[in-house]
């Protein structure tokens, strides 16, 4: 009999298999790690769809979450249903429902993706830590994107691609600190803002303490929208990479986007992130005693020393140590 998988996608918007095609939503290729997977799918004789095309029928089915809730008990109660796998992609500070919900999640599926299975933060009350695996963020691509990493003509700028939004908890977010960089480099004249939200004043996202207070100095370096976050960060040499939370193992596409692009993370997020990336591919926010340290690493960093960095970057995503980025959803689906 021929395997089922049925995906809940993080939305209901990525249901009727819009999560597995090239279109609207598939900005700057996010989508191609799950569009490769069901590829990969068909061609081990696998049926891959979203949840909602799921007819009912036809024997057993494996069923995985990349964070849906809302049809675990349905899907749970069923005899045919094999509960797989749950992935949690967002942290605390955006999603703390999550993990409230890691008891009961470790207890319906056979393993739950977390970035980090040592608990730092969250707490691990009434979680079976057996189940828990290590999150590495799918990354599209192991090359540079060719047509923007050889750009040279850059900005000596810093770049800033983030929406404008508030967190959900306070507790290690970096929301507010990355709006304190911004601060901090539009008084030197360093600093282009692109991104969603930060116009719109009378917003859920604006309503709090930091965008207020910061707000005028916000919109004098806003940049408008981007429709393509490539072809911004190939105009630049730096770009701020902040996460949204300060988190062991926490790492998503930021830092990833800049080496396709050939542009220069300065990086703020996971403690461990050497860890994970060579230390010499991005700039380390942590070795930094105050914004005019900052500002005058960027301002006379010399140009081989950035070169450097870019060809460092290079080698990595085409090292074995991308590998658990770029291949993660078939190391961990496809066993």
């Not at 029928?57 to 045919?80: F, H, I, R, T």
């Not at 105009?235 to 986007?257: A, I, P, S």
């Not at 703020?268 to 005058?296: M, R, S």
Request: with cysteine.
């Amino acid at each position: 009999m021929k395997k089922r998988f049925f995906i809940d996608p993080p939305s209901q918007a990525f249901y009727g298999n819009r999560f597995f095609v090239d279109s609207g939503l598939n900005r700057d290729d996010c989508l191609r790690p799950w569009i490769f997977l069901k590829e990969r799918c068909e061609g081990k004789g696998i049926e891959l769809n979203t949840l909602d095309l799921w007819d009912r029928k036809g024997g057993p089915v494996e069923y995985y979450s990349l964070g849906m809730l809302d049809n675990l008990d349905e899907m749970a109660a069923q005899q045919d249903v094999l509960m797989k796998s749950f992935y949690v992609f967002e942290p605390p500070v955006v999603d703390p429902s999550i993990y409230k919900a890691l008891p009961k999640l470790t207890s319906l599926f056979e393993e739950v993706y977390v970035h980090n299975t040592h608990g730092d933060g969250y707490a691990f009350d009434g979680v079976d830590q057996s189940k828990l695996r290590k999150l590495y963020w799918p990354q599209p691509f192991n090359h540079v994107i060719e047509s923007f990493w050889a750009n040279r003509d850059r900005k000596r700028r810093v770049v800033v691609i983030n929406g404008n939004h508030k967190p959900a908890s306070r507790n290690e977010e970096l929301y507010s600190k990355r709006i304190d960089a911004m601060v901090a480099l539009s008084k030197t004249d360093l600093v282009d803002l692109y991104g969603r939200g930060w116009d719109r004043w009378l917003s859920r996202s604006s309503m709090w303490i930091p965008y207020w207070k910061n707000r005028k100095r916000l919109l004098s370096i806003y940049k408008g929208a981007c429709e393509s976050k490539f072809e911004i960060l190939s105009r630049y040499e730096f770009c701020l990479c902040f996460e949204n939370m300060r988190m062991d193992g926490y790492m998503t596409e930021k830092l990833f986007d800049c080496l396709y692009a050939g542009c220069i993370p300065i990086y703020y997020g996971a403690p461990d992130v050497a860890d994970y990336v060579d230390p010499e591919i991005y700039i380390d926010f942590t070795e930094f005693h105050g914004w005019n340290e900052l500002v005058n690493h960027i301002m006379f960093i010399p140009k081989s020393d950035i070169e450097a960095m870019r060809e460092k970057g290079k080698e990595f995503l085409e090292s074995k140590g991308m590998e658990k980025f770029h291949n993660s959803l078939m190391l961990s689906m496809l066993k």
